[in-house]
Nanobody, 126 residues
Framework: QLQLVESGGGLVQPGGSLRLSCAAS????????IGWFRQAPGKEREGVSC????????NYIDSLKGRFTISRDNAKNTVYLQLNSLKPEDTAIYYC???????????????????WGQGTQVTVSS
């Protein structure tokens, strides 16, 4: 059974940091491009960041550049999203998603990702 499990969310004060993890079971993540998405209450889901199979290509939405960092450890079958300088508007459920691609260096948040995790809640509040 192919499964993605996110963890690392929680309650943090503005300016704080969290590291989210996306662990895969039942398949090898190295064959997949991974995207992180988030959905805030009352808002549509939006793409946050993605990382290519090789890890050599990453993309971020403009509003998050410099604050969030995506990385992957294929040996651990896990992708990470480091969230720094968090703001209340970053409050959302964060999801990771996987899509099998041939190109090791391709990363695109507009892909039709086939596999999704259940999400982890991030709440930024004082």
């Amino acid at each position: 059974q192919l499964q993605l499990v996110e963890s690392g969310g929680g309650l943090v004060q503005p300016g704080g940091s969290l590291r989210l993890s996306c662990a895969a079971s039942g398949f090898t993540l190295e064959h997949f491009v991974i995207g992180w998405f988030r959905q805030a209450p009352g808002k549509e889901r939006e793409g946050v960041s993605c990382i290519s199979r090789s890890g050599g290509t990453t993309n971020y939405i403009d509003s998050l550049k410099g604050r969030f960092t995506i990385s992957r450890d294929n040996a651990k079958n896990t992708v990470y999203l480091q969230l720094n300088s968090l703001k209340p508007e970053d409050t959302a459920i964060y999801y990771c998603a996987a899509e099998s691609v041939w190109d090791q260096n391709m990363c695109d948040l507009t892909l039709a990702y086939d596999y999704w995790g259940q999400g982890t809640q991030v709440t930024v509040s004082s």
